[in-house]
């Protein structure tokens, strides 16, 4: 069985446009426009458009400089953000709890301008001057990189007159290797001045000395043992290497240079 080919082809009047389908197409797109509200801007609409771009011509460079300028100061603003989470950080290891600070530290300067810092592990305020410590301890710069470390069981510090008082197994360490011990000792703070009168026992390059106290000032260079003394010298040796010890009974006081 056999098909006609001639009527499955394509013919000119598939392709012929429908006149009057355009027509009514182009018509109701008319009528659509028409029905649009279509305002014409107004000389106030005008005016406000023009104030708008005059504003965004200087806001746009503003900002900009804005921008720039932040880019600039972020290395300081970091900066200061480490230093705020420092500080938190420290904040965070104190503890406040009826009337008791744990890992309180107080700084100031002596009357050469020296910084010293005390720390104690537990501090109570007894009213607006008197702070008590427990475990405290001073650091105290003596000028020419050169320091001493002090430190006790208990302690009372003063901060207007800027005094510490120790008690309790009090030990003196110096960077040029002297070391004292002693039940109490007197700090001013502002002249650099330790002081004590309940007996001392030294060990340090001069050797070894027990004394009923001592007087030391910093700044002046002055280190005074005070009452009976026992001294053994660490060139007070005989022939065979032993260490001669020299009491010494008389309350002269003894000096020497610190």
Do not use: C
Not at 100 to 119: C, Q, S, V
Not at 175 to 181: E, P, R, V, Y
Not at 203 to 212: I, K, M, N, S, Y
């Amino acid at each position: 069985m056999s098909t006609d080919d001639s009527d499955q082809r394509p013919q000119r009047s598939d392709f012929e446009r429908n006149t009057a389908r355009l027509a009514a197409l182009r018509e109701a797109m008319r009528a659509q426009g028409d029905r649009r509200n279509r305002q014409v801007p107004t000389a106030a609409d005008m005016a406000r458009r023009r104030s708008l771009l005059g504003a965004a011509k200087w806001a746009l460079p503003s900002l900009a400089l804005l921008l720039l300028g932040s880019i600039a100061v972020w290395p300081e603003i970091a900066r200061l953000m480490n230093e705020n989470r420092a500080a938190i950080r420290e904040m965070s290891r104190i503890k406040v709890e009826s009337g008791n600070m744990e890992g309180a530290t107080y700084r100031g300067l002596d009357a050469h301008d020296r910084p010293y810092m005390i720390t104690s592990r537990v501090t109570q305020q007894n009213g607006p001057d008197r702070i008590d410590m427990t475990d405290p301890v001073a650091d105290i710069f003596l000028g020419g990189n050169s320091w001493a470390d002090v430190r006790a069981d208990h302690g009372v510090y003063m901060q207007r007159e800027q005094t510490l008082n120790l008690t309790g197994h009090v030990v003196l360490y110096r960077d040029d290797g002297t070391l004292m011990n002693g039940p109490t000792a007197d700090i001013d703070l502002k002249r650099s001045v330790i002081a004590s009168n309940d007996g001392v026992h030294a060990e340090g390059p001069f050797g070894v000395l027990d004394a009923q106290g001592y007087f030391l000032d910093q700044h002046a260079g002055l280190l005074q043992f005070t009452g009976p003394e026992r001294v053994i010298r660490n060139d007070d040796q005989d022939a065979m290497g032993t260490p001669n010890a020299r009491p010494d009974a008389s309350p002269t006081d003894k000096r020497a240079t610190p």
